[in-house]
């Protein structure tokens, strides 16, 4: 049985970091990718990344702060976020898939974790 599990997620003030965890079981997957969706808006591609030679794609709002990272041997994805604002405020998904156009879209992604709560106040 394929699983994500999320974890990392919390408060933190503004400007500050923190590192969210998936761990994926049950298969391997050629790309991972992290998406988030606030309260009332669209979810969002954030990064994603490539298994086999660890290609990143970052969405526009977090290129310079966020980063995607991997560890095959734990099959599992980071994403580090630093200098957060209140903007970032979400909840914060994993999915996995096989690959295809458009990384930090949804389409791409077979499966999805249950998420992982981000706050950040001012």
């Known amino acids: 049985q394929v699983q994500l599990a999320e974890s990392g997620g919390g408060s933190v003030q503004a400007g500050g970091s923190l590192r969210l965890s998936c761990a994926a079981s049950?298969?391997?997957?050629?790309?991972m990718g992290w998406f988030r969706r606030a309260p009332g808006k669209d979810r969002e591609g954030v990064a994603a990344i490539y298994r086999g030679g660890g290609r990143t794609y970052y969405g526009d709002s977090v290129k310079g702060r966020f980063t995607i990272s991997q560890d095959n041997a734990k099959n599992t994805v980071y994403l580090q976020m630093n200098r957060l604002t209140p903007e970032d405020t979400a909840m914060y998904y994993c999915?996995?898939?096989?690959?295809?156009?458009?990384?930090?879209?949804?389409?791409?992604?077979?499966?999805w974790g249950r998420g992982t709560q981000v706050t950040v106040s001012s």
């Open positions: 999915a996995a898939g096989y690959g295809g156009a458009g990384l930090l879209s949804p389409i791409p992604y077979n499966y």
């Open positions: 049950g298969t391997s997957f050629h790309y």
